[in-house]
């Protein structure tokens, strides 16, 4: 078993070092090469947000940076900074190619309301079976939904069982949605996913997520050694 993972992991990075990372927007000159390289139990940093002043998608776009790695069970996993100083609506998606650069699938997330600084990590479902490499493209605009990233408290931790992660509520109003992820890692290697959604989380009450540990394509499980916890959305509709 111990083998047979040390190959798939090897295959892994064999395929990340081809990979792209790119800011799909006329005039987006930030871009990011190679495999995410994040460790340690780290909370995602909790940012402000509102409605906002008008500014150009071209704007936004320049002070986004992604990156993408994937796990044992061959699913992609992107990851994304939001440097602006204002919440953004985010869509990132995902192109696949062989060795030949011919298309072979693609995949898209979209995210509302990321907050000021925070970086986010989802996972591509339709992630292909079989690809060389690709290429991450992420377009953003100002959020019209209110933001609730400084308003919330992350804690965490590993049961034995999986990751218990609880964010609070800490603002006046009812959240309507809150997302979390979860990247497990061996040493610097991503190799697991995992990621959860409450709604209607009140003033002063939590959102509550077990987070299972990962598995590999064989369903065994994968050995972590540590794991980061990401705050993906926290949002309610501005109506």
Known sequence: M??????????LVFVIAFAGCGVKATGGSNTATGSNTSTGTN?????????TPQVSATDLEENITCSGAITA??????????GNSIPVDMEIEVEFYDASGT???????????????????????STPESFDNYKI?????????????DKLNLTHSDNGENVAVQVTNNSDETIDYITVGVV???GDTVVGYGDGIESDVKPGRSANYNIYYPYGSDYNDVTFDNY???????????W
């Open 184 to 186: 497990y890692y061996q």
């Open 228 to 238: 980061k916890v990401f705050i993906n959305e926290a949002y309610s509709y501005n």
């Open 73 to 82: 069970l061959g699913k992609f996993v992107a990851f994304a900074t939001n």
């Open 43 to 51: 909370s995602n940093d909790n940012s402000t947000g509102a409605n």
């Open 2 to 11: 111990r083998k047979k993972l040390l190959t798939m992991m090897l295959l």
């Open 137 to 149: 493209y992420v377009d953003v605009k100002a959020t019209d939904e209110i933001s609730y990233f």
């Open 103 to 125: 298309i072979v699938g693609s995949a898209n997330e979209e995210l509302q309301a990321v907050g000021e600084n925070a970086e986010v990590a989802v996972d591509m479902w």
